[in-house]
């Protein structure tokens, strides 16, 4: 009987993704990863913990605490704010799978003599032949491959994501029909294991400020930004550009970011052609089967809620590939990563540095 230890966020999908380990005879505890500790106002760590608890009591199964907050610090979060320094905007998500799901908490449970660990992510694990492939949750809508595009085969060898065929209201109902207490609970759309907070007081603690100019392309001042490193391409929100600069009926976007100078270029109107790329470089490369696909029908998102749109690698080095889309892509953001499909099988991706075209 394998023994599986099982991530458990204090969620319904690893509630359920426990009960489903359980229900189809595996050996199953549960492990609850506390992974910040710079405040409390924010953190719902207590109150995940007992719903965790009340998972494994329902179910008769261990729960295991442990703290990893070092690991995420220096592997994640240095990261996280290195990028923001730099004017770019990164998902800490992916590194959090890279760095401590599938790694300090993979080799914390080989360590307890776990077979393998289990996730409640929407995604599923396919073998073809001696290959394991990483596809799409069946719930489009809730699909989680593009976070784990860096997984390698070493690590879905030993993970198990058992509500990736599941929709996400199966799952509530599933969890209601257990008596979970967390059935009900919303979705968590915060930094990863940091919870939900004010953005911009967050990362004001960790990094100073520095106001400076809104232009044109033309060079016109139009506004005072509170520091780049609050901006992203495409931003429309919060610009803070009042009447009297250019056609009222447009709304601003953000176009670019000039780092050397301080300075925030917007533009006006959705359909701005500064506001679209066909071409990227991008570098950090990972694929998932070790080698790079020869699909000829390539897609690939450039943001989590993008669409997939179809595309090709053109040039390649040991570390970085350039990238065209057939059409222009909306709003390119560096920092952000790009993930590669096949169909419904996820690749591999990248982490975007400049685009052009």
């Known amino acids: 009987m394998e023994h599986v230890i099982v991530g458990l966020s204090g969620g319904v999908d690893s509630a359920v993704a426990a009960a489903l380990l359980v229900e189809q005879g595996y050996s199953a505890e549960g492990l609850f990863m506390k992974n910040w500790e710079e405040d409390s106002q924010y953190c719902t760590s207590e109150k995940d913990y007992k719903d965790a608890l009340q998972v494994c009591d329902s179910l008769g199964i261990p729960l295991r605490s442990v703290n990893f907050s070092r690991e995420y610090w ?85 993970a198990f994501f058992p509500i ?90 953000v176009l670019d970011k000039k780092m050397e100078k301080n300075i925030l270029i917007v533009g006006q109107g959705h359909d701005h052609p500064d506001l679209y790329h066909r071409s990227l470089s991008c570098s950090h490369v990972h694929w998932i089967t070790g080698k790079i696909p020869k699909s000829e029908t390539l897609s690939a998102k450039i943001r989590y809620r993008a669409q997939d749109a179809p595309c090709r690698i053109e040039t390649t080095a040991e570390q970085s590939v350039s990238v065209v889309f057939e059409k222009p892509q909306f709003a390119i953001a560096p920092g952000q990563s790009i993930v590669f499909y096949e169909h419904d099988i996820c690749l591999g991706g990248a982490v975007i540095d400049s685009r052009w075209n």
């Open 74 to 158: 220096d592997k994640v979060f240095k990261h996280f704010l290195d990028e923001y320094r730099a004017g770019r905007t990164p998902n800490p998500d992916i590194l959090c799978n890279t760095e401590i799901k599938f790694k300090a908490f993979l080799d914390y449970a080989i360590e307890l003599g776990a077979d393998k660990i289990a996730t409640g992510h929407y995604a599923r694990i396919l073998k073809s032949g001696e290959l394991l492939k990483l596809a799409r949750g069946t719930d489009q809508n809730k699909d989680q491959s593009y976070f784990l595009y860096g997984l390698n085969q070493e690590q879905l060898s030993r």
């Open 164 to 253: 990736g065929d599941w929709e996400k209201t199966t799952v509530r109902q599933k969890a209601r029909e257990l008596g979970f207490n967390n059935y009900y609970k919303k979705d968590s759309t915060g930094i990863c294991f940091i919870g939900e907070r004010h953005f911009k007081e967050f990362l004001q603690r960790y990094l100073p400020a520095q106001p400076g100019d809104i232009i044109t392309q033309e060079g016109k001042p139009v506004g005072q930004h509170e520091g780049l490193m609050y901006y992203t391409m495409g931003q429309r929100q919060g610009l803070g550009i009042g009447g009297g600069h250019g056609t009222l009926e447009k709304p601003w976007y």
